[in-house]
């Protein structure tokens, strides 16, 4: 098992920023990457960006230019620093230990909400 604790979470006025992070610990060996995903209401939950073990990255095109993916390796932690926020990145913000596509362990979520 891998556990996943977010912190970071809040509300902000468009255009500013917030720095997302999230602790992994238990079963770390077995992560070959960490994510963030978010989900606005009505809506299905989303990639916004990944980082492997060895550094790349992918990030959703709604977000590429204002927000970046980090990890801190002897800390075990994942951030997401978010820049230049829009009211529509509003939505809980998730943190994913990817073991495999197909499988990984999800954080609780964090709420993100950016007011116009």
């Known amino acids: 098992q891998v556990q996943l604790v977010e912190s970071g979470g809040g509300l902000v006025q468009a255009g500013g920023s917030l720095r997302l992070s999230c602790a992994a610990s238990g079963r770390i060996f077995s992560i070959n990457a960490m994510g963030w995903y978010r989900q606005a209401p009505g809506k299905q939950r989303e990639l916004v960006a990944t980082?492997?073990?060895?550094?790349?990255?992918n990030y959703a095109d709604s977000v590429k230019g204002r927000f970046t993916i980090s990890r801190a390796n002897a800390e075990n932690t994942v951030y997401l620093q978010m820049n230049s926020l829009k009211p529509d990145d509003t939505a809980v913000y998730y943190c994913k230990a990817i073991v495999t596509t197909a499988y990984g362990y999800w954080g609780q979520g964090t709420q993100v909400t950016v007011s116009s």
């Open positions: 980082i492997t073990n060895g550094g790349s990255t």
